[in-house]
């Protein structure tokens, strides 16, 4: 992604998705000071502003509501947890759920590699990347299609893995997704009930 696509991108995340400047950075990876530059012209309301800094102001819509949170989520310490070590819990319960379904995945041997597990699904080897989902109070939970590399922020593409995993600690609940599923989406895909617990792509 160039530094242009990245500044478009963050100003339609502004401007069509209302998220906020430490959402955007979230998403997107961009630095905070680009961000204050890009963004100035296209500021949040009064409203939205005060509706993040007061939570209980207004009532979440019911279909948004965080769900009661998972046993795992009481057990971590959100404030000293790293990148790291989410993605180590999100590899370590999906590899859980994969054992569960009768796969057996793979590491690469190879460093750098966009893929996190390699299974055979009894027809072909497919690669798999997980990903820690961000959960933000407007919307579902949703999970990064970018990672870091040293050219800067890289969008994944289909020749980096078959299917897209995201874990969520808050709800323990893990979402497959193909590149159907993915489409023209550029920086995050948000979870829905057809992607939760979908092994059986996987398996097919």
């Known amino acids: 992604m160039t530094k242009m696509e990245l500044k478009l991108e963050c100003i339609r995340l502004r401007v069509k998705e209302r998220h906020s400047l430490r959402e955007i950075q979230e998403i997107t990876g961009a630095s905070r000071g680009s961000l204050s530059l890009w963004l100035k012209p296209y500021p949040l309301t009064k409203s939205e502003v005060e509706d993040r800094q007061d939570q209980g102001r207004r009532k979440p819509r019911r ?36 054992a569960l379904v009768g796969l057996s995945p793979l590491r690469s041997v190879f460093e750098g590699d966009s893929y996190d597990w390699l299974v055979d699904n009894g027809d072909r080897v497919v690669k798999i990347q997980v990903k820690w989902a961000l959960r933000y109070r407007y919307g579902q939970p949703c999970v990064p299609l970018t990672t870091s590399k040293r050219e800067g922020r890289y969008r994944y593409t289909p020749r980096d893995f078959d299917f897209l995993v995201g874990y969520e600690l808050l709800s323990d609940e893990a979402h497959i997704f193909t590149w159907e599923d993915i489409g023209d989406n550029t920086s995050v895909v948000a979870f829905k009930p057809s992607t939760r617990e979908a092994w059986h792509r996987i398996r097919a």
């Open 63 to 98: 279909t948004r509501c965080p769900p009661t949170p998972s046993k795992f989520y009481s057990m971590v310490n959100l404030e000293m947890i790293t990148t790291t070590d989410k993605g180590r819990i999100a590899e370590a319960a999906v590899l859980f759920r994969l």
